[in-house]
């Protein structure tokens, strides 16, 4: 756990289907820029029903080795077995600070391995950067979002902390050359059992949009979201909400945007009847041009707002859709 024994940063790296998150993306690039020559690493645990052109899709990344573990135990999800590999690659890496997506599964994998170091974690960061003393100075919302609080972990290592995905921004570094793959052979054993497999329900596919239309409180009733579907479906994009409609039921929790929600870079958004909380722009802040409609011309939406109409979403919907 002594700090001057541990040295550059290491990476959770995360697929779907064998296809690399975008948070892994971010992160790995954020490892190379604040590593400085410390040394950037990965750590990659996955099942072998993924395609096995696996090192290809790994030879981009900016880093400089990349320990996998791929076997039959970690088909789907086990967040131990997971962790354990976690584990085993921190031990051999030894870095000073791990980053890991806070994606569902990065949100389970974390704590568990935090617990095995004895060390903290830093959840839902929303920026990272280096201090002069060369500890990793992790940003995070804090008291309901109205703060940004700044933590560093002097002594405990490796420092953990999890990322929310479109939140880092910045140059893909160029890496000199692909990174070094190690295959490693999992020692540990899962105490799970999974007695019945079931498909998740198909969401809105938020992470990787390009254009989201969030729908807020400003809908008096949930058949009118039709309105808001329509909009998002003639736009190419997909449709997202407020914790409010969410807390309604009248859409489900992961089409939610904000704080407690999902957090989000689309190259554009349009949000309708959204008031713009502090909640709301802790995970919307990634959105390239943002353009509201609401009602309220105090809404702070429209502080933050590109293009800003203050008017009624059910008189500015169907003339829009008509045009469209």
């Known amino acids: 756990m002594s700090p001057d024994l541990h040295r550059g940063l290491a990476v959770w790296l995360e697929t779907r289907a064998g296809v690399l998150s975008p948070v ?17 690493f990965g750590i990659l645990a996955e099942g072998d029903e993924d395609p096995d052109d696996y090192e290809e899709r790994l030879a981009n990344l900016p880093l400089d080795r990349i320990l996998v573990w791929r076997e039959p135990a970690l088909n789907g999800f086990r967040a131990e077995l997971r962790a354990a590999a976690l584990v085993a690659g921190l031990t051999e890496l030894q870095p000073a600070a791990v980053l890991i997506g806070a994606s569902d599964r990065g949100k389970e994998v974390a704590p568990l391995a935090a617990a095995a170091f004895g ?11 280096l201090t002069p003393e060369g500890l990793l100075l992790q940003t995070r919302p804090a008291f309901g979002g ?23 921004t910045g140059p893909w570094p160029i890496p000199a050359a692909p990174p070094e793959i190690v295959r490693r052979r999992l020692e540990a054993e899962s105490r799970l059992t999974i007695l019945e497999r079931a498909p998740a329900p198909a969401g809105p596919a938020l992470d990787e949009a390009g254009l989201i239309v969030v729908a807020g409180c400003g809908f008096r009733a949930a058949a009118d979201l039709d309105l808001a579907r329509a909009l998002a479906r003639r736009l190419g994009g997909v449709l997202a909400s407020t914790r409010g409609l969410v807390e309604r039921g009248w859409l489900p929790p992961e089409s939610q945007i904000g704080l407690s929600g999902r957090s989000v870079a689309p190259k554009v958004m349009i949000t309708l009847g959204v008031s713009g909380s502090v909640q709301f722009l802790a995970g919307a802040g990634g959105a390239g041009f943002l353009a509201a409609v609401n009602c309220d011309p105090g809404a702070p939406i429209f502080s933050v707002a590109h293009l800003g109409l203050c008017a009624d979403l059910y008189e500015t919907l169907p003339p829009l859709l008509d045009t469209l």
């Open 119 to 129: 060390a903290g974690l830093t959840a839902d960061c929303t920026a990272l950067d």
């Open 24 to 40: 892994s993306r971010e992160l790995a690039a954020q490892a190379a820029r604040l590593a400085a020559g410390a040394g950037a």
């Open 146 to 168: 109205n703060v940004l609080a700044d933590i560093v972990i002097p002594r405990a290592r490796p420092q953990f902390a999890t990322v929310r995905a479109g939140v880092l």
